[in-house]
C-alpha cells in the first residue's frame, strides 16, 4: 500500500520557522523525484519545491527562494521542507509528492496545515 505522510505542520508566527517532513512507503522512494505543493484557502496549488532523485538538483518557487530547503533522505523514505522566514502568506496546506516519468505516475501525501500568524 502506497503511503505518503506528511507532518511539521503548525502555527508559528511571523519570521519563525517549521520543519515539514514526508514519510513514504510501499514503493521505491529513491527511484522518484520529490516536490512539495501548497494550497491556501481559494487559491490553486502550487508547485513549492522539488528534489532530483539523488537529491542532486533542487529548485523553488520564487516566493520561497532563499527562506524554504527541501532535502531527502532516501535510507530514511523521507522528504523535508525547512521553512524558515515564514510569512503570513506561506500560509496554506502542504502537501508531498511523488513522481515518476514527469509525474505520469504519482503518489500525493493528505497534506500538513502551516498558519503563520501573530
Known amino acids: 500500500q502506497v503511503q505518503l505522510v506528511e507532518s511539521g505542520g503548525g502555527l508559528v508566527q511571523p519570521g519563525g520557522s517549521l520543519r515539514l517532513s514526508c514519510v513514504a512507503s510501499g514503493f521505491i522512494f529513491s527511484n522518484y523525484g520529490m516536490r512539495w505543493y501548497r494550497q491556501a484557502p481559494g487559491k490553486e496549488r502550487d508547485l513549492v519545491a522539488g528534489?532530483?532523485?539523488?537529491?542532486?538538483?533542487?529548485n523553488y518557487a520564487d516566493s520561497v527562494k532563499g527562506r524554504f530547503t527541501i532535502s531527502r533522505d532516501n535510507a530514511k523514505n523521507t522528504v523535508y521542507l525547512q521553512m524558515t522566514s515564514l510569512k503570513p502568506e506561506d500560509t496554506a496546506v502542504y502537501y508531498c509528492?511523488?513522481?515518476?516519468?514527469?509525474?505520469?505516475?504519482?503518489?500525493w501525501g493528505q497534506g500538513t496545515q502551516v498558519t503563520v500568524s501573530s
Open positions: 528534489i532530483t532523485r539523488s537529491g542532486g538538483i533542487t
Open positions: 509528492r511523488a513522481c515518476i516519468r514527469a509525474c505520469l505516475s504519482d503518489y
